[in-house]
C-alpha cells in the first residue's frame, strides 16, 4: 500500500504535468485553426473529442508548403552544428590544460568552469548586447588599436549567435572532455614517445582517441540544446537570424496560430529523437566500458 | 611530471577570459554614471540606487523568489521519491514510461514544455499566475533532482537499509533514519540546483504565467530587448555578487569540512597504532 501511494504520486505528476500536455500539443498540431485559435473555446469535456473530430495534416503540409519553416530548421542545424565545432575548438584546448595542470590547482579550475552555471544565463547573454554592437566596447577597442577603420557590424547578425551558443555552452563541453582527460593513463603518452611519436603526433594518434567519449557527449550537450535556443538568437541574432525556437515562439505569441506551433514543436521534437537516441546510445556504451 | 607549459597556460588564460570578461565588464559598467552603457563617465552607483525605487523589479524579484522556494521544494520531494523508486522500487506496470518521463524533461527544448503546459493550462481551464509557473517549475526541475539523487542511491550500500530493517525498523523509519541521512547532501544540491533553474527560467515562465506574476527574468527580458541599460547592469551585478558570495562560502565550507574529516582519519590511524 505505502508502496503503491510512493510510486503513485511522482508518476501521476509526470503524467499530468509531463506527459498529457505533450499528447495535447500533438493533437492540437492535427487540428483546424478555428478549433483551436483563442479564446479556444474547447475544454477538456468536450473540446478533445471535438478536436479529434477535425483530424487532418493541413498544419503540416502548412508548414512543407512555407519555406520559411523550412529554412528556419535547415538554418538552426546549421548554426547548431557551427557551433558545436567552435565550441569543441575553444573547449578542447582549456580542457586540456586543467586536466594538466597541478593536482592542487584543478578544484579551483573545476569551479571556476562551473560558477558560469549559476549565473543567469539571460545575463551571460545580455552581458554580449553592449560588447558586440556597432558602438560597443569591442569596436571601441579594435578602432583605439587601430586595427580597423570602421566598426564591424557583429551584433544581429549570425556570428553573434555563434559567440553567444559557444560563450553560453561551453562549460557543457569542457566538462565531459576533461572528464576523459582527467582519467587518461599518461603512460600511454610515454610509451608513444618512446616509441619515437613527436609530442604532436602522440597527441593526435594516443591523446585524442583516448578522449572521444569526453568529446562526443561535450558536442550532444551543446548541440541538443543549441538546437531548439531561443534566447540567444532573440537577443544576438536579430530579425535577420532564422532559428526554429525563435519561429515558434513568435508564431505563438505574434500570430497566435496555435496548431502551426504546435506542429513546429513535433517536427523540431522529431528532428531532436535522432540525436538522443545516438547520445544516449554512446551513454549506454560509456557505461559498459567503464563497467 | 605534470608540468603546466606554455601552451596549457595560454589556453587556459585565454578560455578563462573569455568566460569571464563579459560579465567583469558587466559589473564595471554597473558603475557608469553615463546613460550610454559605452562610454565611461565616472564612477557612479545611481543605477543601484534608482534600481531599488523601481518597484516593478522589486516585485518581480518577490515573485521570483517565492517561485522558486515553492517549486524547488516541491521538486526535491518529488525527484527524491521518484529517485528512490528508480533505484530501489525494483519492477512496477509502466517502469519504462516512468524513467522515460524522467529523462525527457532533460533534453525537451524549453519552448515545447512551456508551449505544452500553456495548452494544458487553458485546456482545463486554470488562470494563469504564480501556481501555474510553480507547477511547471515543479516538474521539469523535480526531474533534476531525481537525476542528482539517483546517482548517490545506486553508490551507497544497499545492506545499510537491510540492516535497519532487520533490527527493527519500519521502512519509513528506515528511510528516515538510515536513508535520508546518507543521501542528504545529494537531496540539498538537488534543492539548490531546482531553485536556480527556477530564479533562471524566461521561456517556461514566459509562457506559464500571467499578466498578475512577472517573474524577474521576465522583467530583464523585456527590459534588455530594448537595448542595454544601467539599470539591468546594476541589477545583474547584484545577482552575479549574490552567486559568487554563495558558492565561494560553500566551497570553502565544503573544503574545512574535508579537511576536519582528514584530521580524524589521522588521528583515528595514529591511535590505532
Known amino acids: ?291 | 611530471m605534470r608540468r603546466a607549459s606554455w601552451f596549457n597556460i595560454t589556453s587556459l588564460t585565454l578560455g578563462f577570459a573569455f568566460l569571464y570578461l563579459p560579465m567583469i565588464l558587466l559589473v564595471i559598467y554597473s558603475f557608469n554614471s553615463s546613460k550610454l552603457v559605452t562610454v565611461w563617465a565616472g564612477f557612479s552607483t545611481k543605477w543601484y540606487g534608482e534600481l531599488l525605487q523601481n518597484e516593478a523589479f522589486l516585485n518581480a524579484a518577490m515573485v521570483t523568489l517565492k517561485v522558486a522556494v515553492a517549486s524547488s521544494t516541491l521538486a526535491t520531494v518529488l525527484g527524491t521519491m521518484a529517485a528512490y523508486i528508480l533505484v530501489r522500487g525494483g519492477r512496477f506496470a509502466g517502469r519504462t514510461l516512468f524513467s522515460g518521463m524522467i529523462y525527457a524533461p532533460l533534453v525537451m527544448p524549453e519552448v515545447i514544455t512551456g508551449l505544452s503546459l500553456l495548452l494544458l493550462f487553458i485546456g482545463i481551464g486554470l488562470d494563469r499566475g504564480t501556481l501555474t509557473i510553480v507547477l511547471a517549475h515543479t516538474t521539469f526541475s523535480m526531474c533534476y533532482v531525481s537525476v542528482v539523487v539517483s546517482s548517490r542511491l545506486v553508490t551507497f550500500d544497499r545492506s545499510l537499509e537491510e540492516a535497519a530493517l532487520d533490527l527493527g525498523c519500519s521502512p519509513f523509519d528506515a528511510f528516515r533514519l538510515v536513508t535520508l541521512p546518507i543521501i542528504a547532501p545529494a537531496v540539498i544540491s538537488g534543492w539548490l540546483l531546482a531553485f536556480t533553474l527556477s530564479l533562471d527560467d524566461l521561456v517556461i515562465a514566459s509562457f506559464t504565467t500571467g499578466p498578475s506574476s512577472t517573474t524577474l527574468p521576465i522583467k530583464i527580458w523585456s527590459a534588455v530587448r530594448l537595448g542595454v541599460s544601467p539599470e539591468i547592469n546594476a541589477l545583474s551585478t547584484i545577482m552575479i555578487g549574490i552567486v559568487t558570495f554563495g558558492v565561494i562560502t560553500a566551497s570553502l565550507v565544503s573544503k574545512r569540512k574535508a579537511i576536519r574529516a582528514q584530521r580524524d582519519v589521522q588521528a583515528a590511524e595514529r591511535a590505532a597504532v
Open chain 1, 1 to 291: 500500500m505505502r508502496r503503491f501511494f510512493l510510486i503513485a504520486v511522482p508518476y501521476a505528476w509526470l503524467l499530468a504535468l509531463f506527459f498529457i500536455p505533450f499528447i495535447i500539443v500533438f493533437k492540437i498540431s492535427l487540428s483546424d485553426l478555428a478549433l483551436s485559435i483563442p479564446p479556444y473555446s474547447p475544454t477538456a469535456k468536450d473540446g478533445i473529442w471535438a478536436m479529434f473530430a477535425a483530424f487532418d495534416l493541413e498544419n503540416f503540409t502548412f508548414l512543407a508548403s512555407d519555406d520559411l519553416y523550412w529554412k528556419a530548421y535547415l538554418s538552426s542545424l546549421k548554426i547548431a552544428l557551427i557551433s558545436t565545432v567552435l565550441a569543441v575548438l575553444v573547449g578542447y584546448p582549456m580542457a586540456y590544460g586543467m586536466a594538466r595542470a597541478p593536482e592542487e590547482w584543478r578544484p579551483t579550475l573545476m569551479m571556476l568552469v562551473i560558477l558560469p552555471f549559476w549565473t543567469s544565463f539571460l545575463i551571460r547573454v545580455y552581458a554580449w548586447v553592449g560588447i558586440l554592437s556597432n558602438e560597443g566596447l569591442l569596436n571601441q577597442f579594435l578602432l583605439w588599436l587601430g586595427i580597423i577603420d570602421t566598426p564591424l557590424t557583429i551584433m544581429n547578425t549570425t556570428t553573434a549567435v555563434y559567440i553567444g551558443i559557444v560563450y553560453t555552452y561551453l562549460p557543457f563541453m569542457i566538462l565531459p572532455i576533461y572528464a576523459a582527460l582527467d582519467r587518461l593513463d599518461e603512460s600511454l603518452i610515454e610509451a608513444a614517445e618512446d616509441l619515437g611519436c613527436s609530442r604532436l603526433k602522440a597527441f593526435w594518434l594516443v591523446t585524442i582517441p583516448l578522449s572521444r567519449n569526453g568529446i562526443i557527449a561535450g558536442c550532444f550537450l551543446v548541440f541538443i540544446p543549441a538546437l531548439g535556443e531561443f534566447v540567444i538568437p532573440s537577443l544576438l541574432g536579430g530579425s535577420g537570424t532564422l532559428m526554429i525556437g525563435k519561429v515558434l515562439f513568435e508564431e505563438f505569441f505574434n500570430n497566435r496560430d496555435w496548431p502551426v506551433a504546435s506542429a513546429v514543436a513535433v517536427i523540431l521534437l522529431l528532428i531532436l529523437i535522432v540525436p538522443i537516441v545516438l547520445f544516449q546510445r554512446n551513454q549506454q556504451r560509456q557505461a559498459e566500458v567503464e563497467a
